[in-house]
């Protein structure tokens, strides 16, 4: 069996991979002969997506040692080509060929070709896929276990399997099993049903008839609609979408502004508007130029950031009775290098966010420290609606 999985805790566990080979299903969710079929085919073979530094991958190859049997690495790519979001179709596909039909440079060892990465200043993110070892790709009589988690990087890379693309080469297996549900539109059985969260904070908002925005590029549009709405991807009664294209460039260090400009343009104009009660902006720039490492353009997607939050500050402000909310889920850009191994830091950290609100009508507010759950009770208090039973956390304003 080919399986595809990712060394990275955003979207991947490889713990996952070996509680399913190793514990035997006595009760299968989707039939006792297909899951039989899948997990029997998980000795064969094992594709890694690589996305963090490579001395993390030490584990992988050291756990498949110790289980012994005829596991083993065969191919490795970073997310920027197995897990695009961007519908850039070559780097998916570059990926796709090379777990599906081993087309890609091939290579002896895994740690080998990651060093050899690594002394050409490809680091993990940028790993171009190759094929390790002898593998010749997906057999007839295969199984295939997707084991992201995360659904957003794996949409693009399902649909080829499933030849639902403008792809036509398309690898034929036994059968095919995901983690998660990734889309509704995608008719592949999974490990994991979806859970309901009732009385999100965009279900308040549009229960209570009020209209709401969700605004970014592409590269974070998801974040503020499908993962903002807790794996919904329907939008709620009242809810408008707009997606702002990113920039087709190789990378964001190349024009690390993205789209930010043309987002504050539509973002200030419907703050103008006052038909919305809430919008949920999300910039993009200091995470994925943060991902690249490239100091410079770091610093330049920071300044791209702070003039549009000037804009919007200023439109705010022309409205009186509206309040703005600056924060983050978490860090990147704020450390771009590793001074410790004198290599650029590319990953998230962990580091302290702020919380910010700016408003002419809730002067010398009074804000404690807390978490991310805080934040919608804080948003709903702003809004003068009542907090849901469900939400245990409360509003951050002291």
Not at 34 to 45: G, W
Not at 173 to 188: H, P, R, W
Not at 315 to 344: M, R, S, W, Y
């Amino acid at each position: 069996m080919s399986m595809n999985f990712l060394q990275d805790p955003y979207n991947f566990n490889e713990q996952n991979i070996f509680t399913i080979k190793d514990r035997p299903l006595s009760k299968p969710i989707y039939g006792e002969e297909y899951l039989e079929e899948v997990q029997a085919s998980t000795t064969e073979y094992l594709d890694v997506f690589e996305e963090r530094s490579s001395a993390s991958t030490t584990k992988l190859p050291s756990e498949i040692k110790f289980r012994k049997g005829s596991n083993k690495i065969v191919t490795i790519s970073g997310r920027y080509y197995a897990m695009d979001r961007d519908n850039r179709w070559e780097r998916t596909i570059a990926a796709y060929e090379s777990i599906a039909f081993a087309e890609a440079p091939r290579y002896d060892d895994v740690m080998s070709y990651i060093d050899e990465s690594y002394g050409n200043n490809v680091t993990d993110e940028f790993i171009k896929p190759a094929v390790i070892g002898d593998y010749q790709g997906i057999k007839p009589e295969d199984g295939v276990l997707l084991a992201n988690f995360r659904a957003d990087r794996m949409i693009q890379l399902a649909n080829i399997l499933l030849g639902k693309t403008h792809y036509t080469k398309v690898a034929k297996f036994s059968a095919i099993l995901s983690m998660m549900q990734y889309s509704t539109d995608l008719e592949i059985p999974y490990l994991f049903s979806p859970i309901s969260f009732p009385h999100t904070l965009g279900q308040i908002v549009s229960d209570q008839g009020f209209k709401q925005l969700r605004i970014a590029e592409t590269e974070k549009y998801a974040h503020v609609t499908f993962f903002f709405n807790c794996g919904k991807e329907k939008p709620f009664p009242g809810e408008e979408r707009i997606l702002i294209p990113s920039p087709k460039v190789k990378t964001y260090d190349l024009q690390p502004e993205m789209s930010a400009f043309a987002l504050t343009e539509t973002l200030v104009e419907k703050i103008h508007s006052q038909e919305f009660a809430l919008i949920v902006v999300n910039y993009a720039n200091p995470d994925m130029v943060g991902h690249t490492g490239n100091i410079k353009a770091a610093e330049q997607a920071v300044l791209t950031v702070d003039t549009c939050l000037a804009k919007i500050l200023e439109a705010v402000q022309e409205e009186g009775n509206t309040a703005l909310i600056v924060t983050a889920d978490h860090g990147n850009v704020e450390c771009i290098f590793d001074k410790e191994n004198q290599v650029p830091h590319t990953a998230h950290t962990l580091n302290k966010v702020p919380f910010i609100i700016c408003s002419s009508s809730h002067i010398n507010l009074k804000l404690k420290d807390g978490k991310l759950s805080n934040i919608a009770p804080t948003v709903l208090q702003l809004l003068s609606l009542k907090k849901p039973d469900e939400m245990t956390d409360s509003s951050l304003i002291v």
